[in-house]
């Protein structure tokens, strides 16, 4: 069974850091790129990051470019996100995908005052 668990959401003030973890399992995660998407309250999905296999090229969103760092770890099946400089338009559900096929079921960041 493919699963995809993100940890590490929660309430931070603006300009404060958040990171995200997903651990992967279920599937050969070396074989696949991974991503980070957020879903705001009330819009669509906003893809942010991916990591790739293989060539290990790193991509960013325009909107988080600067402010936010993905890595992955292929020894242990982990993907993670470093929230720096957080705004409160940060604040969304935020999902670890394999390749945009698989998904978690989100983290909640909340970024207010």
């Known amino acids: 069974e493919v699963q995809l668990i993100e940890s590490g959401g929660g309430l931070v003030q603006p300009g404060g850091s958040l990171r995200l973890s997903c651990v992967a399992s279920?599937?050969?995660?070396?074989?696949?790129?991974m991503n980070w998407v957020r879903q705001a309250p009330g819009k669509g999905l906003e893809w942010l990051a991916s990591?790739?296999?293989?060539?290990?090229?790193?991509t960013y969103a325009e909107s988080v470019k600067g402010r936010f760092t993905i890595s992955r770890n292929d020894a242990d099946n982990t993907l993670s996100l470093q929230m720096n400089n957080l705004r409160p338009e940060d604040t969304a559900t935020y999902y670890c995908?394999?390749?945009?096929?698989?998904w978690g079921k989100g983290a909640l960041v909340t970024v207010s005052a």
């Open positions: 995908s394999a390749g945009l096929t698989y």
């Open positions: 279920g599937f050969t995660y070396t074989n696949w790129p």
């Open positions: 990591a790739n296999n293989g060539s290990r090229t790193i």
